[in-house]
């Protein structure tokens, strides 16, 4: 990978809310970490290849997987849909960007262009595209895995900035071993990131969420084939707005102080926490995957030594980075100071930061509704209630309207500040994955 200027990227800025006081014994620490990435630079560059095309944004590769196994002929609507998706998120491309397409069904094969390359995209490149997706047909089993060693193949031939991949399955993936799967998905880490997408509601919520996941990409339910070719223009659209990839999260922290955990709170709740990969003496680095023009939350907890009332201590600090194949690191600019401050005032110890306080109630109404539909599916009624009751105050509480609309289509509320409520005797299947998928989304605090 070629090593960026300074004006080759989008500015990144860093934000810090914590309360840094804590009472006589105190040792947790808890900050909420904002990063910000503003106006992406367009210049040729670079050591080996352009990773800017001048006017274009980035360079790039794609790879679309589309599931071809037989159950995308039931109904056969679906598979035309996918079609249709697929050449809408071609035309979405920009010039420049070399891109493959895949049929998944349990082996991977190329559809367009073949031969284990990628093509440009341009007119000529894309009509081309197009018309070999006439070629796919339902037929065969699903294997998952091995769609996506292909990819990684296919995207890892090109010198670009970034590498993205989409994925659509209809159906769980039943020719190979979870085994098998999470190898691929451990092969592919890091390589390159990749939106999953489940059309219908065969599939495994799971399965699909938990490849978005470890791929640092998005997941999401389309349960009518009919509004595929809107998602896939949204998702390519948006993958063509990426400008940098590979960013981490650079915690370093002193002696005695541990982290307990580093999570992504927003747009979503990502678990980051055992993804560290250790990048010098008390530094670690957390992967954050590509970046536009977007804003994210990160909630960093740390444990530090017991200290006497009127000590503080920097806690952690906190910085951008592009790791080098190298070994060498580009530093991003933008750093935040998490502090502590041992205080006998009371009302400054126990005093819960409102970004704190709003996101550890955003990661526990997304537990709430993954444990609610668990224990519904388990036979657990009354635990289901409970847990799904707690659900819809949290967002009551936080002002989370989408996932409230959602879970109202699960239980009867009652009174939502209590969390009172009923489990609908009949939820339609495809209303209850939507809420499974979308657990995880949460709403910005209120500044």
């Known amino acids: 990978m070629a090593i960026f200027s300074k004006s080759n990227v989008p500015q990144f800025s860093m934000d810090v809310y914590q309360n840094e006081y804590l009472p006589e014994g105190g040792r947790e620490v808890n900050a909420i970490v904002t990063v910000s990435a503003t106006g992406g630079g367009t210049i040729g560059s670079a050591v080996a290849a352009p990773l800017y095309t001048p006017g274009h944004g980035p360079s790039a590769a794609v790879a679309i997987m589309v599931d071809c196994s037989g159950s995308m002929d039931y109904p056969p609507a679906k598979m035309r849909n996918a079609r249709d998706a697929t050449a809408a998120a071609i035309d979405t491309l920009r010039d420049g960007v070399h891109f493959a397409v895949i049929g998944g069904t349990h082996v991977a094969k190329e559809v367009y262009p073949g031969g284990g390359r990628l093509a440009v995209a341009d007119a000529t490149t894309r009509d081309q595209a197009k018309q070999a997706l006439r070629k796919l047909s339902a037929g065969g089993g699903t294997a998952i895995g091995t769609w996506l060693r292909l990819a990684d193949r296919l995207l890892s031939s090109a010198d670009v900035a970034i590498r993205h991949g989409i994925l659509l399955t209809d159906g769980r993936n039943e020719h190979e071993s979870p085994e098998e799967l999470r190898a691929a998905l451990d092969a592919c880490a890091g390589r390159f990131t990749c939106d999953a997408r489940g059309v219908g509601t065969d599939w495994e919520v799971k399965e699909v969420t938990g490849i978005a996941s470890a791929l640092l990409g998005t997941a999401d339910i389309v349960a009518d084939p009919a509004g595929l070719a809107a998602d896939f223009t949204q998702m390519m659209e948006t993958a063509m707005g990426k400008e940098v990839a590979d960013v ?5 922290t ?16 990502e678990e980051l926490t055992y993804r560290r990969t250790e990048s010098g003496p008390r530094s670690g680095d957390y992967p954050t995957g590509s970046w536009g023009d ?5 909630h960093v907890c740390v444990e530090v030594p017991a200290a006497d009332l009127g000590q503080e201590m920097l806690a952690a600090r906190v910085s951008l980075v592009i790791p080098q194949p190298d070994g060498s690191v580009q530093n991003l600019g933008a750093q935040g100071l998490v502090r502590a401050v041992w205080t006998d005032d009371m009302v400054a110890s126990t005093s819960i930061n409102p970004q704190v306080a709003h996101y550890t109630g955003q990661a526990e109404l997304a537990q709430a509704i993954q444990q609610g539909l668990d224990l519904r599916k388990a036979g657990d009624m009354d635990g289901a209630t409970a847990k799904l009751g707690r659900a819809v105050q949290l967002a009551s509480v936080s002002g989370n309207a989408d996932t409230a609309k959602l879970l109202a289509k699960v239980v009867d509320v009652v009174d939502a500040a209590a969390g009172t409520v009923r489990l609908k005797a009949k939820v339609a299947e495809a209303d209850e994955m939507t809420l499974e998928t979308r657990s995880t989304k949460t709403v910005r605090v209120k500044k």
Do not use: C, N
Request: glycine share 4%.
């Open 248 to 252: 981490a999260l650079r915690v370093w």
């Open 294 to 298: 977007e804003s994210r939350d990160y």
């Open 254 to 269: 002193p002696v005695g102080t541990t982290i307990k955990f580093v999570k992504q709170v927003a747009p979503t709740v």
